[in-house]
């Protein structure tokens, strides 16, 4: 199988990077929702580990980058998660016109990646999502983002110039932060702070399977959403996605059931 | 699915065989070319876009400028066919720091010099990035003309639990820091209440200033690639932009341990430019520190062009 790569345009005049992978007699197509910021990076390793196994399996793959990110055009500074989520339609409108295994749509995400293909799983019931390590608490990732500008300031400078609330006040009064080489928009902070998995709408029966980091909380969070149709399994994550420590991208366990939800 | 070969801003997928394997990347191809190509290699396991795409960032402004560029995976990374060992990040980087992907590098440049017919093939990256371009160079003296080093290693990676020495740099920048927390009183509070890592306090204040673990023995630490590369570079006539971010690690690596040795303390050489950006960290995160690298590798390419 041979991989194929180039460019499409969004609805706001930039060009997104698509590579696509195309089984000859495709079980089904699935669409990889990158992450955000840097965990993008991090993650792509692992990604790229999940796209084999699905080629493995019989499946075509899309991968593609948001605008503003990877090898596709456009301002990260633009980014909101509407653009996201607007982005992930042009591809898989393209894809689903075009690919082999089309009539099974899976969309595949890690981290805020998983978030915006549940979101795209609701959006069309006839669409499957596998989310892994989804984002659970946006106030906790937005912390994050602030703790690396503070840090990011007090080793260049010696002090941190900008407290975390008073870059809360220039994101307000400029529109913009860096967060680990990003400009940031408010648009965007203040979407992702309001992401929240225990507000999910109800999923159909089979549409939407997602891997918890295991944590303290994450059992009550599996429960509440396999209460809404989702099914929902935990496990330990060493937090690949902010800075791994391990090159193991094949992630055994979300794999394997990832591999039985394919096969239903 | 229909897909466009090339963007409106000129960037085009890039592959080149390696044996049985394909390496895929990206190249900007500009609208009015100098005849000079600069190729990117990946920082460790970053794959060619570069930390938080800042390699995206400096080919659009380069090819702006008439350079090619090529942003490009090795084998196991990105796009690219082959696979990576698993294990410990640590070790890929240090395989990267024994020249693991040097093949790979020339074989990019290879590929680039003969696809647009370029007259001159610079090469380089971050960290690991530029480790990988000065042992290519060294190798294949035929293949790259002139390094873009940014924050390159010139130790080895340690291993975890094994602390690296203090620099000269790093002690005085703590003291510095210490100074402005003694006049603060949240700081005071903080030693009062117990809040404080006397430990680390007491190690920095009492650390000999411009002594550091490696000044007993300077050349054990220095990655004997990196000095042979340097050194085979050097007699290549292959002129090296050693670009450093002013606080980060591998500057002041740099400086203890080659810069005040090796070079004698010269900056700059018959092949080599030591440049700093100030208070730049390893992956220049702030805007300021990236335009200023953007400025000074466009700077040095524009000169190879005019064969300065």
């Given at each position: 199988m041979k991989l194929k790569s180039g460019y499409i345009e969004n609805r706001h005049g930039d060009e997104l990077f698509v590579a696509i992978t195309e089984a000859p007699a495709a079980s089904g197509l699935v669409v990889m929702c990158p992450p955000l910021l840097e965990e993008a990076t991090y993650c792509r390793l692992d990604y790229r580990g999940v796209a084999r196994q699905l080629i493995e399996l019989g499946f075509s793959v899309v991968e593609f980058d948001y605008a503003g990110t990877g090898d596709s055009t456009g301002e990260h500074l633009e980014a909101d998660l509407k653009r996201r989520a607007d982005d992930i339609e042009v591809v898989v409108t393209a894809a689903t016109t075009a690919c082999n295994g089309a009539g099974n749509l899976i969309l595949f995400g890690m981290r805020g990646g998983a978030n915006l293909c549940l979101d795209a799983a609701h959006r069309d019931n006839t669409r499957r999502a596998i989310a892994w390590f989804p984002v659970t608490d946006g106030n906790a990732v937005i912390e994050d983002w602030l703790q690396v500008n503070t840090m990011t300031q007090y080793a260049a400078?010696?002090?941190?110039?900008?407290s975390k609330n008073q870059l809360l006040e220039t994101l307000a009064d400029e529109g913009a932060i860096n967060v680990q080489g990003f400009q940031v928009s408010e648009a965007l902070v203040s979407q992702v702070r309001r992401l929240d998995l225990s507000c999910l709408p109800v999923a159909k029966a089979g549409q939407a399977q997602v891997v918890l980091e295991k944590t303290r909380d994450s059992a009550t969070l599996a429960r509440h959403l396999e209460s809404q149709g989702y099914e929902a399994h935990e496990t330990a994550a060493r937090r690949f996605w902010q800075s791994p420590r391990m090159l193991e991208p094949a992630h055994p366990d979300p794999w394997a059931h990832a591999a039985r939800f394919l096969a239903t | 699915m229909n897909l466009s070969q090339a963007n409106r801003l000129g960037e085009q997928a890039f592959e080149c065989r390696l044996g049985d394997d394909t390496l895929r990347g990206i190249v900007h191809v500009p609208a009015t070319p100098l005849g000079i190509g600069l190729v990117l290699m990946p920082a460790g396991y970053k794959y060619r876009t570069g930390p938080h795409g800042f390699y995206v960032r400096l080919a659009r402004v380069l090819a702006r400028h008439g350079i090619h560029v090529l942003r490009a995976d090795f084998r196991g990374l990105g796009y690219s066919d082959g696979e990576l060992p698993q294990g410990m990040i640590q070790k890929l980087w240090q395989n990267v720091e024994d020249g693991c992907f040097s093949d790979d590098a020339a074989a990019l440049a290879d590929a680039l010099r003969a696809r647009f017919g370029l007259s001159h093939i610079a090469a380089g990256g971050i960290c690991g990035g530029a480790i990988t371009a000065q042992a290519a160079a060294a190798a294949r003296p035929g293949s790259i003309d002139s390094l873009v080093e940014i924050?390159?290693?010139?130790v080895r990676t340690r291993m975890p639990g094994k602390a690296a020495p203090k620099r000269t740099q790093e002690i005085e920048r703590e003291k510095a820091n210490y100074f402005r927390k003694f006049l603060s009183w949240s700081a005071w509070r903080r030693v009062l209440t117990g809040a404080s890592d006397y430990g680390s306090i007491f190690r920095t204040l009492f650390s000999r200033t411009g002594k550091s673990e490696a000044d007993s023995a300077p050349d054990v630490s220095v990655n004997p690639l990196f000095d042979s590369s340097f050194e085979q570079t050097n007699a290549h006539g292959t002129f090296k932009l050693m670009l450093f971010g002013g606080k980060d690690a591998r500057w002041f690596d740099f400086a203890d341990l080659y810069l005040a040795t090796r070079l004698s303390g010269r900056e700059s050489g018959n092949s080599w430019r030591v440049e700093i950006v100030p208070d730049a960290n390893h992956e220049m995160f702030l805007e300021a520190w990236q335009a200023d690298a953007v400025s000074r590798i466009d700077a040095f390419l524009h000169e190879r062009a005019a064969g300065r």
């Open positions: 400078f010696g002090s941190v110039r900008f | 924050n390159a290693p010139v």
